[in-house]
């Protein structure tokens, strides 16, 4: 079992420009969550999905972020056009949905973010 | 919303000691999960132990156990015979199922540092 893979683990990029991240989540889970930690905020749920479809995207800042899941491997989180507030680690984590809630989430070792 | 609140933001042990952890939460649910993870300076997530708000006994993981207060809402970590590797933020986290939601919330953590 690899573990949920994100890349890249640091980013650092100009005002304006668009960033991706992206995920592998473990094979089998079902449900797949962005988390932005920060300082200040601690750790935030940005989006979650479930069998690939979107949830709950309540915790996405704006419309500057955008999440997709195309298939049951791979999800990315784009933040077009990035500001310096955005800078943070960017986690994504997997798991098993389903009958046993129970069942915990797996991070992956996330992204830090830095836009200058 | 249900909120999680720790509120040490940092605690020392000696090796060898022992420490507790403390968390509230609120909610109105009442079947639920409770969790606490581990970030080390590596930046991973690591669980540590979860209990099952429907089940009257404490969780234990080896050093780790908790003390689970359903009435009065808390959920307790205590680490027993501290070791330097024990070093790292502690974060408690709830979730909740209903209606097929399956968000996980933390709180904003207590850094804990076990001094030799």
């Given amino acids: 079992d690899a573990g949920v893979i994100q890349s890249p683990r640091h980013e650092v990029t100009e005002m304006g420009q668009e960033v991706t991240l992206r995920c592998k989540p473990i094979s089998g889970h079902n449900s797949l969550f962005w988390y932005r930690q920060t300082m200040m905020r601690g750790l935030e749920l940005l989006i979650y999905f479930n069998n690939n479809v979107p949830i709950d995207d309540s915790g996405m800042p704006e419309d500057r972020f955008s999440a997709k899941m195309p298939n049951a491997s791979f999800s990315t989180l784009k933040i077009q056009p990035s500001e310096p507030r955005d800078s943070a680690v960017y986690f994504c984590a997997s798991r098993k949905g389903g009958g046993s809630y129970n069942s915990p989430l797996h991070f992956g070792n996330g992204t830090r973010l830095t836009v200058t | ?116």
């Fill in chain 2, 1 to 116: 919303a249900q909120t999680v609140t720790q509120s040490q933001p940092e605690m020392s042990v000696q090796e060898a000691e022992t420490v507790t952890l403390s968390c509230t939460y609120d909610t109105s649910e009442s079947n639920y999960y409770l969790f606490w993870y581990k970030q080390p300076p590596s930046r991973q997530m690591i669980l540590v132990i979860r209990q099952e708000a429907y089940k009257q006994q404490n969780a234990t993981e080896n050093r780790f156990s908790v003390n689970f207060q359903k009435a009065a809402k808390s959920f307790s970590l205590k680490i027993s015979d501290s070791q330097l590797g024990d070093t790292a933020m502690y974060f408690c986290a709830f979730m909740k199922h209903q209606g097929g939601s399956e968000k996980l919330v933390f709180g904003k953590g207590t850094k804990l540092t076990v001094n030799p």
